[in-house]
T-cell receptor, first 110, second 121 residues
Framework: GQQVMQIPQYQHVQEGEDFTTYCNSS?????IQWYKQRPGGHPVFLIQ?????EVKKQKRLTFQFGEAKKNSSLHITATQTTDVGTYFC??????????FGTGTKLQVIP | GAGVSQSPRYKVAKRGQDVALRCDPI?????LFWYQQALGQGPEFLTY????????KSGLPSDRFFAERPEGSVSTLKIQRTQQEDSAVYLC???????????????????FGPGTRLTVL
């Protein structure tokens, strides 16, 4: 079945540093979604990417979908303590079922 | 408007007991998902409904797990004869669909409920 891996598993950064998490799928994706889960909370949708090579920005967050639609990345510029949480990518192969990645847990040191 | 709600928020069961977890999706959302999230892991897909039809139940771990959505709104996930390995947070999510001329052309983001934390002793 479809597998979605993320690296790194954990990342500690000093406040103000940049952060990137990478997502790789074993199969070509129809679209990819990104979610953020705060400690003790539930996943909250951030964005959906559909087109090959698509790049979308949300303030300090930049999301990218690979040309082959098998990988994606999330880059946060100048991290803040409010960015703390686990970031999941979730890939869809063509209908609505999504497979969540393994997640990257971000810790920001003030 | 109201988001996705789940009840109970916490459930402690003795091994062998049956449990029922409820999900109230956002009104009008066509799709409903159940996920199982173990500590430190990502959500694992269990099953998916489109209206009242269960279109995919490939993620249900065993025949002890059963889900239903009889009227296309509220859904219940039932676990029979609970085992310790069933301990996890069970998340429900719903989403709407984009339609053109009555045909679904794509689906929107999933809105998650707060989850039910199940502990099996």
């Amino acid at each position: 079945g479809q597998q979605v891996m993320q690296i790194p598993q954990y990342q500690h950064v000093q406040e103000g540093e940049d952060f990137t998490t990478y997502c790789n799928s074993s199969t070509t994706l129809s679209n990819i979604q990104w979610y953020k889960q705060r400690p003790g909370g539930h996943p909250v949708f951030l964005i959906q990417l559909v087109k090959s090579g698509e790049v979308k920005k949300q303030k300090r967050l930049t999301f990218q979908f690979g040309e082959a639609k098998k990988n994606s990345s999330l880059h946060i510029t100048a991290t803040q303590t409010t960015d703390v949480g686990t970031y999941f990518c979730a890939g869809s192969g063509g209908y609505q079922k999504v497979t969540f990645g393994t997640g990257t847990k971000l810790q920001v040191i003030p | 408007g109201a988001g996705v709600s789940q009840s109970p928020r916490y459930k402690v069961a003795k091994r062998g007991q049956d449990v029922a977890l409820r999900c109230d999706p956002i009104s009008g959302h066509v799709s409903l998902f159940w996920y199982q999230q173990a500590l430190g892991q990502g959500p694992e897909f269990l099953t998916y409904f489109q209206n009242e039809a269960q279109l995919d139940k490939s993620g249900l771990p065993s025949d002890r797990f059963f889900a239903e959505r009889p009227e296309g709104s509220v859904s219940t996930l039932k676990i029979q004869r609970t085992q310790q390995e069933d301990s996890a947070v069970y998340l429900c999510a719903s989403s709407s669909a984009l339609r053109a001329s009555g045909i679904v052309i794509s689906y929107n983001e999933q809105f998650f409920g707060p989850g039910t934390r199940l502990t099996v002793l």
